[in-house]
């Protein structure tokens, strides 16, 4: 199975810092890497696939970057709404693997 | 408006058997692929199974290989989820999602998901 370590496990930030989180497959996954963001007591909901294609709806602050083996998904300048955890995924083969997760807290 | 709906989860004993349900609308079910996907309390994300859009191809993690069984109903837009001889470690919050690409026959990411349904294992 590939393996997805995200660093750091959580940080934590003010409003209007840029935040950058990143993501490391344990092979090589070309760009089949996508980003999650989770609220407590939410599900999940999708911010960047393909590694750097932004989903509809998503504000343009969020970014993606990387390819191969290493990623990373960049808040340009944090809201208050961002205080979340996020979670990368690989969708390069099965079983489709997470990483553990980067809760991004207030400073 | 695309909207996925679960239900069935609830408390059961170990060694038990439950059967989720994720009921689909907004969208044409049969040409997405889907996938279950479950979260441990305090626990980060795990991918646990998935099915095509037609149902011919099936996917599990092996945590619950040969336990758990992934089907769909397209005439009713409903995935569902069979899951057997339940251990205490299949307590969680299971979300069924979406897959992102229509008619793939690979699986890609997922969107939108429901808001998940909670499975308790217990005695």
């Known amino acids: 199975d590939i393996q997805m370590t995200q660093s750091p496990s959580s940080l934590s930030a003010s409003v209007g810092d840029r935040v950058t989180i990143t993501c490391r497959a344990s092979?090589?996954?070309?760009?089949?890497l996508n980003w999650y963001q989770q609220k407590p007591g939410k599900a999940p909901k999708l911010l960047i696939y393909?590694?750097?294609s932004l989903q509809s709806g998503v504000p343009s602050r969020f970014s993606g970057s990387g390819s191969e083996t290493d990623f990373t998904l960049t808040i340009s300048s944090l809201q208050p709404e961002d205080f979340a955890t996020y979670y990368c995924q690989q969708s390069h083969s099965f079983p489709q693997t997470f990483g553990q997760g980067t809760k991004v807290e207030i400073k | 408006e695309v909207q996925l709906v679960e239900s069935g989860g609830g408390l059961a004993q170990p060694g038990g058997s439950l059967t989720l349900s994720c009921t689909a609308s907004?969208?044409?079910?049969?040409?997405?692929?889907m996938t279950w996907v479950r979260q441990a309390p305090g626990r980060g994300l795990e991918w646990v199974s998935a099915i095509s859009g037609t149902g011919g191809s099936t996917y599990y993690a092996d945590s619950v290989k040969g336990r758990f069984t992934i089907s769909r109903d397209n005439s009713k837009s409903t995935l569902y989820l069979q899951m057997s001889s339940l251990r205490a470690e299949d307590t969680a919050v299971y979300y069924c999602?979406?897959?992102?690409?229509?008619?793939?026959?690979?699986?890609?990411?997922?969107?939108?998901w429901g808001q998940g349904t909670l499975v308790t294992v217990s005695s």
């Open positions: 907004g969208f044409t079910f049969n040409t997405y692929a």
């Open positions: 092979q090589r996954i070309i760009s089949y």
């Open positions: 999602a979406k897959d992102g690409v229509l008619y793939s026959s690979t699986l890609n990411w997922l969107d939108p």
């Open positions: 393909a590694a750097s």
